[in-house]
């Protein structure tokens, strides 16, 4: 099967070319080509390509076929590809239900975890401190680099897909709004899907869990671990369905709006590309400058797992390696154990400067414009709610969904986004492992506890 699939590769490429030559061909000479005629030229590299993704099994590849069968798709049959968004939002539907067993069972099993909380309390404010801080400056990028790129703005909407999508938002006081961040009813806020409720909840209920006698505590941690367990496995069935819904997302688009949706939403993946590499040499690297970090050694250390994290847009596969060379790198296990998993939940620079970016893609391909004090607000919105996602691929979908309904956005342009956002997840995904990584090295090197050069990494 390896053998076929090697023979595959270049057959794609070349059946590709040759549908692109003969398309440009047919575009600028006189040459007159039948539609039938281009339409098996497309198809032709694109069952290749599906061969090939046969032959290797893996996720990514398959969802890199969704996409581009999406496309061509959409483009051939938008008839039937415009009654493909149900199948889209039912991924959404099933995304949600990670999201409150996982917050919960996290968080819990974070701040619990520790017996001795005067031990871990140092460690505690000077991680969500540096988390807060770092997180902050990426939304800020992020806003910036959406306001400069302009990506979405101009874009001619069908008014089919704009009739009753704005969803009925009354404007709130202040007070309101600080009311709203705590739960009355736990039960309604899962129902709700109410994130910033259930963070604030699994926060009180891990400290409750940790201040408790080892007899009761010991039971809750346990059923909290086996939780957490469950539901990563929870979302590993729900991916097998992303193909699905990526396929039918891009199809239900292109045929909608045609091919020039696609201009849009690659000018927002270029956009999140260069902000994330902004983020890592304007705020990264500078960091490891000042706090004297062998920048070689990092760099190899955290190769490995962010490598992982690109792959598989996860970063709960990369979390164990990255554990392990973070110690081999200097940093010690009680740092590590402590951070890291924290950092999952509180520290995701890469998921944060998404959402900054595409929370004003949405309104600017809505055609809604957004006050300069209402992106502030959305941000400081996007700083609390984005919190508490770890390890779940895609939950930034539902976070999304939550700001657009928050701030009277139509929901649509967020479905899609959805087409491009296993491109976009590989790299804010990439981000979220080099950042919490880093984070480790900064409160050991805070400690004064960070043992250089003994980082024998392969």
């Given at each position: 099967m390896r053998k076929i699939s090697?023979?595959?590769?270049?057959?794609?490429?070349?059946?590709l070319t040759l549908a692109v030559a003969i398309h440009l061909v047919n575009h600028y000479t006189g040459l007159q080509v039948p539609d039938g005629v281009l339409i098996v030229l497309r198809w032709i590299p694109l069952v290749f390509y599906f061969m090939y993704a046969a032959g290797k099994k893996k996720l990514t590849t398959w969802i890199f076929v969704s996409m581009l069968m999406g496309v061509e798709f959409g483009y051939d049959v938008p008839l039937v590809a415009k009654e493909l968004n149900l199948v889209s939002q039912i991924f959404i539907h099933l995304v949600k239900t990670i999201i409150a067993p996982l917050i919960f069972a996290t968080l819990v099993t974070g701040i619990a975890g520790h017996a001795n909380l005067k031990q871990v309390g140092r460690m505690g404010w000077k991680s969500l401190l540096y988390f807060e801080i770092v997180s902050t400056i990426a939304l800020f990028i992020g806003l910036a680099a959406i306001n400069i790129s302009g990506a979405g703005i101009g874009v001619v909407i069908p008014e089919a897909m704009t009739q009753g999508t704005?969803?009925?938002?009354?404007?709130?006081?202040?007070?309101?709004?600080?009311l709203h961040i705590f739960p009355e009813n736990i039960a309604k806020s899962i129902a709700e899907g109410q994130v910033l409720q259930i963070v604030v909840f699994s926060i009180l209920f891990g400290i409750a869990v940790a201040m408790v006698k080892e007899e009761y505590r010991a039971p809750m941690l346990r059923f909290t671990g086996s939780l957490t367990a469950v539901m990563f496995k929870f979302t590993n069935i729900i991916m097998?369905?992303?193909?699905?819904?990526?396929?039918?997302?891009?199809?239900?688009?292109?045929?909608?709006?045609?091919?020039?949706?696609?201009?849009?939403?690659?000018?927002?993946?270029?956009?999140?590309?260069?902000?994330?590499?902004?983020?890592?040499?304007?705020?990264?690297?500078?960091?490891?400058?000042?706090?004297?970090?062998?920048?070689?050694?990092?760099?190899k250390a955290v190769a490995e797992p962010a490598t992982i994290a690109f792959a598989t847009t996860s970063s709960e596969s990369a979390l164990p390696r990255?554990?392990?060379?973070?110690?081999?790198?200097?940093?010690?296990?009680?740092?590590?154990?402590?951070?890291?998993?924290?950092?999952?939940?509180?520290?995701?620079?890469?998921?944060?400067?998404?959402?900054?970016?595409?929370?004003?893609?949405?309104?600017?391909?809505?055609?809604i414009h957004l006050s300069f004090e209402t992106q502030i607000v959305m941000m400081l919105t996007l700083m609390l709610t984005s919190k508490g996602v770890a390890a779940v691929p895609r939950a930034s979908l539902v976070i999304l969904l939550g700001t657009a309904a928050s701030f009277g956005?139509?929901?649509?342009?967020?479905?899609?986004?959805?087409?491009i956002d296993e491109l976009m997840d590989m790299a804010r995904t990439a981000i979220n492992v080099i950042g919490n990584?880093?984070?480790?090295?900064?409160v050991a090197k805070w400690e004064g506890e960070f043992k250089e050069g003994i980082s024998n990494i392969d």
């Open positions: 090697s023979h595959l590769l270049p057959l794609f490429f070349l059946s704005l969803p009925v938002v009354q404007s709130q006081t202040w007070q309101q709004v600080v097998l369905f992303a193909p699905f819904a990526v396929f039918s997302a891009i199809a239900y688009s292109v045929g909608h709006m045609g091919l020039n949706v696609l201009v849009n939403l690659f000018e927002l993946l270029a956009t999140l590309y260069v902000a994330l590499l902004v983020f890592m040499l304007g705020v990264l690297l500078p960091i490891m400058l000042v706090m004297k970090i062998p920048i070689r050694k990092f760099i990255a554990m392990e060379n973070m110690e081999q790198f200097g940093v010690p296990r009680k740092i590590v154990s402590f951070v890291m998993p924290t950092g999952y939940s509180f520290n995701l620079d890469g998921t944060t400067l998404y959402l900054a970016m595409a929370s004003i893609f949405v309104a600017n391909m809505a055609g956005l139509p929901t649509w342009p967020i479905f899609i986004i959805l087409g990584c880093l984070a480790t090295v900064v």
